[in-house]
């Protein structure tokens, strides 16, 4: 979940660096650092807090070197600090590491390196492990002494590495844990994420699992866990770099709200002929194969899980289909019934999570078929798919999901249709219907987003509380958990949602007087029993606001405060439903105070388990 860089050529290697530190600083942000060769030998600057310690520290330091590597971290072993920060060296300072992941079984090689060879540690991580190991290893071929340290090391890994005594080469391998490379004009660099490259370069070389890669100025090889080099297509990158800047917002996660009419779009209309039937980009997902299936398994995390939840009932109603659902981190471990009847989808925004591919990787031995849906060209995920389904969201930057979360929900809806469309189960007036109200969605977002004053208001009045239940039945329950999880996340308000039945049995022990409910009602075959579970909060104290469409105004004589969204079938609600939950979130957060686009905690890409 850490962000590394790395730079050779005859630039500034320095500003360069943090330059690209800043790009990935969402990947972690509790400390960073930078090693640069200089006068012969590494020097090391790193220090806890955000990037902008690091720079402010370093800028009347004369690096003039072409040779460095930085990290951005998000701390798994050892707490913050100046000491635990990355880069790492080994104990005569001539090799410095960067690493993303966890060594699994650094404790073993912790004691084994103290007691046979007396190294002396002085950080508490797990990354100190790999810079003594290449050290003991090294005897005039760095890349030799890598390969040695990686032959003993067990877990995920995405690492760079430098050495005083060959400072003509920069070194990364890639296990389990993203890395990419860009090709430049007399100059080379890696990454954890290709935003840290945009500004210099466009052409990128997609690192595999297990492969090792030697840098110079002029020059990038790869090569295979054998030792043999591999031959890789060059990637080239459309987007451009201005997509990740803020462009005037106060922060990453409100100008992501604000780009979900035009990322919604997208992912409907590009995927949609003249005749409004749906076409899906190469995923060659016959009639004979969608019948040969008898199950379909959804895996995913965090706010993917939430998207996968409107799948699962929006697959079954739609293709009649048997679907699970599952935390990808608990998939594999209770031997899944999935074999080579099951369509396995994989719901990842950044195709990196290493849960999600984890559980992937499990179905797929186990002779699933893989259907991703994910954000990220060319991710580890999206690589290792028999087929991707690709959201249009654009980068998405803040580290609580916004824009990348309702167009998983629209590739949802769209592979549900096609899937019945196709199979021939699925009236086709339902079908036209179907598109027909999803063609209106993003004209029906932008009408929400005018709301956003009055959420504001509402943040005002609540923004204090420390306690909050959100409650909601069918597909508003599985938004519940998303508005839920977005308010706990960024604001640190004590959040968690149940489905509205559940309330009496146990949960409604916990309304008192004051208790603030967030009631989601825009199911209209539902919206009279939720409105008989509002008055089971309210009866007990609890302050409610309620959430439904316009024209549902009885909800009014109930909750304290109303939000509308605009008419549209019940089964297409959490489009919209979910939004002016991602801005009461966003507001409250800003009226406490909280860094709302580096949540303390967290990072945007999750690449350990």
Same mark, same amino acid.
């Given at each position: 979940?850490?962000?590394?860089?790395?730079? =050779?050529?005859?630039?500034?290697?320095?500003?360069?660096?943090?330059?690209?530190?800043?790009?990935?600083?969402?990947?972690? *942000?509790?400390?960073?650092?930078?090693?640069? *060769?200089? $006068?012969?030998?590494?020097?090391? %600057?790193?220090?806890?807090?955000? =990037?902008?310690?690091?720079?402010?520290?370093?800028?009347?330091?004369?690096?003039?070197?072409?040779?460095?590597?930085?990290?951005?971290? @998000?701390?798994?072993?050892?707490?913050?600090?100046?000491?635990?920060? %990355?880069?790492?060296?080994?104990?005569? %300072?001539?090799?410095?590491?960067?690493?993303?992941?966890?060594?699994?079984?650094?404790?073993?090689?912790?004691? @084994?390196?103290?007691?046979?060879?007396?190294? !002396?540690?002085?950080?508490?991580?797990?990354?100190?492990?790999?810079?003594?190991?290449?050290?003991? *290893?090294?005897?005039?071929?760095?890349?030799?002494?890598?390969?040695?340290?990686?032959?003993?090391?067990?877990?995920? *890994?995405?690492?760079?590495?430098?050495?005083?005594?060959?400072?003509?080469?920069?070194?990364?391998?890639?296990?389990?844990?993203?890395?990419?490379?860009?090709?430049?004009?007399?100059?080379?660099?890696?990454?954890?994420?290709?935003?840290?490259?945009?500004?210099?370069?466009?052409?990128?070389?997609?690192?595999?699992? $297990?492969?090792? !890669?030697?840098?110079?100025?002029?020059?990038?090889?790869?090569?295979?866990?054998?030792?043999?080099?591999?031959?890789?297509?060059?990637?080239?990158?459309?987007?451009?770099?201005?997509?990740?800047?803020?462009?005037?917002?106060?922060?990453?996660?409100?100008?992501?709200?604000?780009?979900?009419?035009?990322?919604?779009?997208?992912?409907?209309?590009?995927?949609?002929?003249?005749?409004?039937?749906?076409?899906?980009?190469?995923?060659?997902?016959?009639?004979?194969?969608?019948?040969?299936?008898?199950?379909?398994?959804?895996?995913?995390?965090?706010?993917?899980?939430?998207?996968?939840?409107?799948?699962?009932?929006?697959?079954?109603?739609?293709?009649?289909?048997?679907?699970?659902?599952?935390?990808?981190?608990?998939?594999?471990?209770?031997?899944?019934?999935?074999?080579?009847?099951?369509?396995?989808?994989?719901?990842?925004?950044?195709?990196?999570?290493?849960?999600?591919?984890?559980?992937?990787?499990?179905?797929?031995?186990?002779?699933?078929?893989?259907?991703?849906?994910?954000?990220? !060209?060319?991710?580890?995920?999206?690589?290792?798919?028999?087929?991707?389904?690709?959201? @249009?969201?654009?980068?998405?930057?803040?580290?609580?999901?916004?824009?990348?979360?309702?167009?998983?929900?629209?590739?949802?809806?769209?592979?549900?249709?096609?899937?019945?469309?196709?199979?021939?189960?699925?009236?086709?007036?339902?079908?036209?219907?179907?598109?027909?109200?999803?063609?209106?969605?993003?004209?029906?977002?932008?009408?929400?987003?005018?709301?956003?004053?009055?959420?504001?208001?509402?943040?005002?009045?609540?923004?204090?509380?420390?306690?909050?239940?959100?409650?909601?039945?069918?597909?508003?329950?599985?938004?519940?958990?998303?508005?839920?999880?977005?308010?706990?996340?960024?604001?640190?308000?004590?959040?968690?949602?149940?489905?509205?039945?559940?309330?009496?049995?146990?949960?409604?022990?916990?309304?008192?007087?004051?208790?603030?409910?967030?009631?989601?009602?825009?199911?209209?075959?539902?919206?009279?029993?939720?409105?008989?579970?509002?008055?089971?909060?309210?009866?007990?104290?609890?302050?409610?606001?309620?959430?439904?469409?316009?024209?549902?105004?009885?909800?009014?004589?109930?909750?304290?405060?109303?939000?509308? =969204?605009?008419?549209?079938?019940?089964?297409?609600?959490?489009?919209?439903?979910?939004?002016?939950?991602?801005?009461?979130?966003?507001? =409250?957060?800003?009226?406490?105070?909280?860094?709302?686009?580096?949540?303390?905690?967290?990072?945007?890409?999750?690449?350990?388990?």
């Amino acid at each position: 979940m850490c962000g590394i860089v790395g730079y =050779i050529g005859d630039g500034n290697a320095s500003d360069i660096i943090i330059e690209g530190l800043k790009k990935l600083e969402y990947r972690g *942000y509790d400390s960073s650092g930078i090693a640069i *060769y200089k $006068n012969g030998k590494i020097e090391v %600057h790193k220090y806890k807090g955000r =990037i902008a310690n690091l720079e402010a520290a370093v800028a009347n330091e004369h690096f003039n070197s072409g040779v460095g590597i930085g990290h951005t971290r @998000w701390a798994t072993h050892g707490a913050p600090s100046d000491v635990n920060a %990355h880069p790492h060296s080994n104990t005569d %300072h001539s090799i410095a590491i960067v690493h993303n992941g966890i060594i699994e079984n650094y404790v073993e090689l912790r004691e @084994w390196l103290i007691r046979e060879h007396g190294i !002396v540690f002085v950080s508490e991580t797990d990354t100190e492990v790999i810079a003594h190991l290449i050290g003991l *290893y090294y005897d005039g071929d760095l890349v030799d002494a890598v390969y040695k340290a990686v032959d003993k090391m067990r877990g995920a *890994y995405g690492i760079g590495v430098i050495c005083s005594k060959e400072p003509d080469k920069l070194i990364a391998v890639r296990k389990d844990s993203p890395l990419v490379v860009g090709l430049g004009e007399g100059c080379n660099f890696i990454a954890s994420d290709i935003p840290a490259l945009l500004k210099h370069v466009r052409s990128i070389y997609l690192i595999e699992n $297990n492969e090792t !890669v030697v840098l110079t100025k002029n020059d990038v090889k790869i090569y295979n866990a054998d030792r043999k080099e591999v031959k890789r297509d060059v990637f080239h990158v459309t987007w451009d770099e201005d997509a990740a800047e803020k462009d005037g917002y106060d922060h990453f996660m409100l100008k992501e709200i604000y780009e979900q009419p035009k990322g919604l779009y997208e992912t409907l209309n590009r995927r949609l002929d003249e005749n409004g039937m749906i076409k899906l980009d190469g995923i060659s997902l016959t009639k004979e194969d969608l019948e040969k299936f008898n199950k379909v398994y959804i895996v995913a995390c965090g706010t993917a899980y939430h998207a996968g939840l409107v799948g699962k009932y929006i697959i079954e109603k739609l293709a009649k289909i048997p679907v699970e659902i599952d935390v990808a981190s608990e998939f594999r471990y209770r031997d899944p019934f999935v074999d080579d009847r099951t369509l396995f989808i994989a719901i990842s925004q950044s195709g990196e999570t290493l849960d999600t591919l984890a559980a992937l990787r499990e179905a797929k031995n186990k002779g699933a078929r893989i259907l991703s849906v994910c954000n990220v !060209v060319g991710s580890s995920v999206a690589r290792e798919s028999d087929d991707v389904f690709y959201t @249009w969201a654009g980068p998405e930057i803040a580290v609580a999901s916004t824009k990348a979360f309702t167009t998983q929900l629209m590739c949802m809806y769209l592979i549900a249709l096609y899937m019945g469309s196709t199979k021939g189960i699925l009236d086709m007036d339902v079908y036209h219907r179907y598109i027909d109200e999803l063609k209106q969605i993003p004209d029906k977002l932008k009408k929400v987003l005018e709301q956003a004053g009055n959420v504001m208001e509402i943040a005002k009045d609540f923004y204090k509380r420390e306690q909050v239940f959100f409650i909601g039945r069918g597909l508003d329950s599985a938004i519940s958990f998303e508005g839920s999880l977005k308010l706990k996340e960024i604001s640190y308000i004590n959040s968690f949602a149940i489905a509205a039945g559940e309330l009496k049995h146990g949960t409604i022990a916990l309304i008192e007087q004051g208790t603030m409910v967030i009631a989601l009602a825009t199911q209209d075959r539902l919206f009279e029993k939720m409105l008989s579970n509002i008055q089971e909060v309210k009866a007990r104290g609890a302050t409610v606001i309620g959430l439904a469409k316009e024209g549902n105004v009885d909800i009014e004589q109930q909750a304290n405060k109303v939000i509308y =969204i605009p008419d549209c079938m019940d089964e297409v609600t959490p489009l919209l439903s979910v939004v002016p939950l991602q801005l009461l979130s966003y507001n =409250i957060a800003k009226l406490r105070g909280c860094d709302i686009d580096k949540p303390k905690n967290l990072a945007k890409s999750v690449t350990v388990e």
